[in-house]
């Protein structure tokens, strides 16, 4: 079982390429090697394979990195089932997966949301995608400032309040309102309700 992610990146044409794609590159070569687990294409369109426990977290992320840039914003679709062509690059493998995203992000812009998951599990779907279409309430409307202390708060996961602030050069008590306001406990909760939906789903 596999999760791809297709997205494209939201009021692009209205900057430059250089405010965000090597923020996007740098983050998808966490994940996997180019051009076999991520591509970017069509000058802002994607496509990343990844580990389904891990495809919630990663598309919140990529969110927040997108959106700590004022006026951008990030649209995805997460296929999450089987990959049976493995090709040269992830935009020539096929499998369910792969369709399942494809289908559901050429929908996506009809629907004007901007996450959503397709499984092939009618209930987990329905479930999945009503809980982060409550959260995209707050997630879509977060500043450069939220998201910025979002992005930097899920990737250093490990990380204290305090060392966040030293990185930022800001006050402990600033990390901490920040994330109040970008309600980041709730967003932590998303993500461990996805966790633990993807550890009953059948391969």
């Known amino acids: 079982m596999i999760a791809i992610i297709t997205g494209d990146i939201i009021n ?7 405010e965000w794609i090597d923020t996007l590159k740098n983050q998808f070569s966490k994940w996997g090697e ?11 369109e994607f496509q990343l394979k990844i ?18 840039v004022k006026g951008l914003d990030v649209r995805m679709a997460i296929g999450v089932g ?3 062509y493995k090709g040269v690059s992830v935009s020539e493998s096929n499998g369910t997966a792969y369709q399942r995203s494809g289908k559901t992000f050429e929908r996506l ?8 998951f397709a499984t092939g599990n009618i209930e987990v779907d329905k479930n999945l995608n009503l809980m982060i279409k409550l959260a995209l309430d707050f997630m879509d409307q977060w500043s450069s400032v939220s998201a910025e202390i979002m992005a930097i ?28 306001r970008a309600r980041f406990q709730l967003v932590l909760e998303l993500i461990q309700y996805y966790s633990q939906t993807v550890k009953r789903m059948k391969p």
């Open 12 to 18: 692009s044409e209205e900057h430059q390429a250089s």
């Open 34 to 44: 180019t051009p076999m687990d991520w591509e970017i294409y069509r000058g802002d």
């Open 51 to 68: 580990d389904p426990s891990k495809a919630l977290i990663a598309a919140i992320q990529l969110k927040a990195l997108i959106k700590s």
């Open 82 to 84: 089987s990959e049976s």
């Open 109 to 116: 812009k009809d629907s004007k949301v901007n996450l959503v």
């Open 153 to 180: 708060a899920l990737i250093n996961s490990t990380s204290s309040q305090q060392e966040i602030a030293e990185l930022l050069g800001i006050q402990q008590s600033a990390v901490s309102q920040r994330q109040k």
